[in-house]
């Protein structure tokens, strides 16, 4: 069974500090998704993984994926308040059943 | 505005009865999700559909069912409302080759 596994759950930061998000996945994968949810609205995209060793950064954030440890992180350099959210990264397989599953989220917190 | 559309915005309902939630795809995609959110709660897969067929099915419970129609919007209809099933419910369509998911602004349900 794909279980997602996201950590930290809660992440309280200053601003200006940097910090990992770690998003780890129980199966074969090949693509990985990391959104971003602010308090009652909806999910916006962040970044898509589509390989093993991709890497992908916009502004302070970036993502990437290493699919022989099924693992892949998010790194916010010198946070901002503006970074304060839920991240949510998600997995998907396209091999057999076909299955999308979303971590349990990091909510994020930076404080000024 | 990720072009994924989701009516109506906010429903206000009473336990026992029934609502539908509609949702519109962004123009080309062929599959439509539909997750649950509660409050503090992670998101729960609840169903797929793709093309007009149902593809996935997650926690979905037997008083739920969707369909997605031949102009590709679709429909969650929710019965037999209980206080727990007040939640915010999203849809969202995926990009055809990167399976990339785009989300709609949700539909807040309560249930009184």
């Known amino acids: 069974e794909l279980k997602v596994e996201q950590n930290p759950l809660f992440l309280s930061m200053q601003e200006g500090k940097n910090y990992t998000i770690y998003c780890n996945y129980s199966?074969?994968?090949?693509?990985l998704y990391w959104y971003r949810q602010d308090p009652g609205k909806s999910l916006e995209s962040l970044f898509v993984?589509?390989?093993?060793?991709a890497v992908k950064q916009e502004g302070r954030l970036m993502a990437s994926l290493d699919t022989k440890a099924r693992l892949s992180t998010l790194h916010i350099t010198a946070a901002v308040h503006d970074l304060s959210a839920t991240y949510f990264c998600?997995?998907?397989?396209?091999?057999?059943?076909?299955?999308?599953?979303f971590g349990t989220g990091t909510r994020l917190k930076v404080l000024a | 505005d990720s072009g994924v559309t989701q009516t109506p915005k906010h429903l206000i309902t009473a336990t026992g009865q029934r609502v539908t939630l509609r949702c519109s795809p962004r123009?080309?995609?062929?599959?439509v999700y539909w997750y649950q959110q509660s409050l503090d709660q992670g998101l729960q897969f609840l169903i797929q559909?793709?093309?007009?067929?149902?593809?996935a099915k997650g926690n979905i419970l037997e008083r739920f069912s969707a369909q997605q129609f031949p102009d590709l919007h679709s429909e969650l209809n929710l019965s037999s409302l209980e206080l727990g099933d007040s939640a915010l419910y999203f849809c969202?369509?995926?990009?055809?080759?990167?399976?990339?998911?785009?989300f709609g602004p949700g539909t807040r349900l309560t249930v009184l």
């Open positions: 969202a369509s995926s990009d055809p080759f990167s399976h990339e998911q785009f």
């Open positions: 199966t074969t994968s090949d693509r």
């Open positions: 993984l589509l390989s093993n060793g």
């Open positions: 998600a997995v998907a397989t396209t091999s057999g059943t076909y299955k999308y599953i």
């Open positions: 123009s080309g995609d062929l599959s």
């Open positions: 559909y793709y093309n007009g067929e149902e593809r």
